[in-house]
């Protein structure tokens, strides 16, 4: 099982902010940068934010990240309907000494 | 750009071994780290280790006993071994480039993946 948890779905409605929370520990978001993917049905993940609230070039800025202590949180603002996909956190976990990554969140748009 | 194309195939008995191999292409393996994550069918991701292109490696705790994972610079591929296989590691498989940070000079793994290669079903059954 995932230590980094994450809620099994969301939802919101065009035009919509979401949000999609990651809780984990000291040993891992606590100490560590957290990284959001986002996976389109039948697809590999794509690297969506890094080191907690970069966005990759060609990332809309509709999407940010952030963190607090143990927790992070991705933000989805101005929903479409090509957002609906499975989103996961994840990072470097000390104790595991290796990446962990927390078990997916599927966002539907309504 | 980079790009990760993984090879293999796609059914596996039980007991025997799963092998794979990574090709990156549109770059050089050197100076990077790289890595096995797998998904299960319905499920979420799992990492299941990495290696330096100078050979050194780091895996799972929950596959260590099970796991090998080697480079070939001069192919620039990378290659994953998962022995005594079960139905329980049938999922899709992924190749992933791992960032890095450097800290005093020192190259260590960074936390994140990309690019990813499109990944490979590999099913267990007899």
């Known amino acids: 099982q995932s230590v980094l948890t994450q809620p099994p779905s969301a939802s919101g409605t065009p035009g919509q902010r979401v949000t999609i929370s990651c809780s984990g520990s000291s040993s891992n978001i606590g100490s560590n940068y957290v990284y959001w993917y986002q996976q389109l049905p039948g697809t590999a993940p794509k690297l969506l934010i890094y080191?907690?609230?970069q966005r990759p070039s060609g990332v809309p800025d509709r999407f940010s990240g952030s963190k607090s202590g143990t927790s992070a949180s991705l933000a989805i603002s101005g929903l479409r309907s090509e957002d609906e996909a499975d989103y996961y956190c994840?990072?470097?976990?000390?104790?595991?000494?290796?990446?962990?990554f927390g078990g997916g969140t599927k966002l539907t748009v309504l | 750009q980079v790009q990760l194309q993984e090879s293999g195939p796609g059914l596996v008995k039980p007991s025997e071994t799963l092998s794979l191999t990574c090709t990156v292409s549109g770059g050089s393996i050197s100076s990077y780290y790289w890595s096995w994550i797998r998904q299960p069918p319905g499920k979420g991701l799992e990492w299941i280790g990495y290696?330096?292109?100078?050979?050194?490696?780091n895996y799972n705790p929950s596959l260590k006993s099970r796991v090998t994972i080697s480079v070939d610079t001069s192919k620039n591929q990378f290659s994953l071994k998962l022995s005594s296989v079960t139905a329980a590691d049938t999922a899709v498989y992924y190749c992933a480039r791992m960032g890095s940070i450097t800290i005093f000079g020192v190259v260590n793994p960074g936390g994140w993946f990309d690019p990813w290669g499109q990944g490979t079903l590999v099913t267990v059954s007899s």
């Open positions: 290696i330096y292109y100078s050979g050194s490696t």
């Open positions: 994840a990072a470097w976990d000390d104790s595991l000494s290796g990446p962990l």
């Open positions: 080191r907690n609230n």
